[in-house]
């Protein structure tokens, strides 16, 4: 084969993958457990039938922009909606970030801040976290004022250790950072706080959220970002025209009606997860505490090897043993009722078996 060689930083990367195996129970992705209402599959199949399949979609996706800005109190112009959060990272480090430039993360966490910011061909820069995942605030400041960032990712609660950051930290590096910080809150209808309160005009912080945790719609893939109206407009110039189709926009419009549904999913999916947390903090692993929808924990063996019992046993969870600061760690989505008794069960005779 004459392959054409790839970029040569390319080299050393392999694409970002979540293994999707054919189990009976799969609780490693962060999806929500619960379907959305009936009644907004009848409304969205309803919609499907007005759109005008022949013509190109809003390109402003003016009608979903302003049906999310008026749940947040803000401005239509201060969203700006992509397919899924990971384009809308993705947008603000076309803008921001690229060559000669420094993005910084503080590990462990989301593993696409740093793979994208590497594809756009930035320079990443890793600060570390405590022993209990949680921030320093002199690591970050050391890490600010050393490496001069261009984007500075923080992500709350964190994925994959579950803790919302401290909000004292949040703000002293909005306070600090150089460039613009990007607060990545995918779950942050599980966190106790947010970063929202600080976007303003004058600040250069952006929000990204997603429709596919809490708002049962992972297989629309969409999300968006909540910033000051320059950076909407600068992230306007890196995005593809009519990058986001009709359907979804419709989609993630329809579904902001049914806030009080979700808000119920999520009171539900805490319920299970206080559970879950309560039965795994008498079994023989590590378990982290969680604010968002799944749980990180470190079986007293062999991560791999629990991994495996798991999968055999037709549970499938996220194996993070590879990850920086991670050796023998795993995270389980939180799922249904009967997902999660089935993972517990299964989960009990692995480390029975390994005793």
């Known amino acids: 084969m004459n392959r054409y060689p790839k970029r040569d930083d390319l080299r050393a990367m392999s694409g970002y993958h979540s293994p999707q195996v054919s189990v009976k129970v799969r609780l490693n992705t962060n999806e929500s457990p619960i379907e959305p209402p009936a009644e907004f599959v009848r409304e969205l199949a309803e919609a499907v039938s007005g759109v005008r399949w022949n013509r190109y979609p809003d390109r402003a996706a003016r009608e979903l922009r302003g049906a999310i800005a008026a749940m947040h109190k803000v401005s239509p112009d201060n969203v700006f909606v992509a397919n899924g959060s990971n384009e809308v990272l993705q947008s603000v480090l076309l803008a921001y970030s690229g060559a000669g430039r420094t993005v910084v993360t503080f590990e462990p966490t989301y593993q696409l801040h740093s793979h994208i910011a590497r594809i756009a061909g930035a320079t990443v820069v890793n600060g570390k976290r405590n022993a ?14 050393e490496h001069q960032p261009s984007v500075t990712f923080l992500c709350s609660p964190n994925n ?9 930290i949040i ?11 990007v607060v990545d809150e995918a779950y942050a209808q599980f966190s106790p706080h947010s970063a929202l309160q600080y976007v303003n005009e004058d600040s250069r912080v952006a929000v990204s959220r997603t429709f596919s945790k809490t708002w049962s719609m992972a297989a629309a893939r969409l999300g968006y970002l909540i910033a000051p109206t320059w950076m909407i407009e600068d992230l306007e110039i890196v995005t593809l025209p009519y990058h986001l189709d009709a359907l979804k926009q419709v989609a993630g419009t329809i579904a902001l009606k049914y806030l009080s549904e979700m808000e119920r999913g999520v009171a539900d999916v805490v319920a299970e997860r206080e559970r879950l947390l309560g039965v795994m903090r008498a079994m023989p692993v590590t378990v982290w505490p969680s604010q968002a929808n799944f749980i990180l924990f470190r079986p007293n063996d062999t991560g791999r090897a629990v991994w495996q019992s798991l999968l055999d046993g037709g549970v499938l969870v996220r194996d993070c043993s590879s990850w920086e600061g ?12 009967e997902e999660n008794d089935a993972f517990l069960s299964v989960l009990r005779n692995a480390l029975s078996a390994r005793d």
Do not use: Y
Not at 171 to 181: E, L
């Open 132 to 145: 209990d995942f949680t921030l320093s605030e002199g690591e970050v400041q050391r890490v600010l004022a």
């Open 160 to 168: 994959p250790t579950g803790m919302a950051e401290d909000p004292a």
């Open 171 to 181: 703000a002293s590096t909005i306070k600090n950072a150089p460039g613009v910080v």
């Open 326 to 337: 991670l050796t023998d760690c795993l995270r389980v989505t939180v799922g249904t009722p």
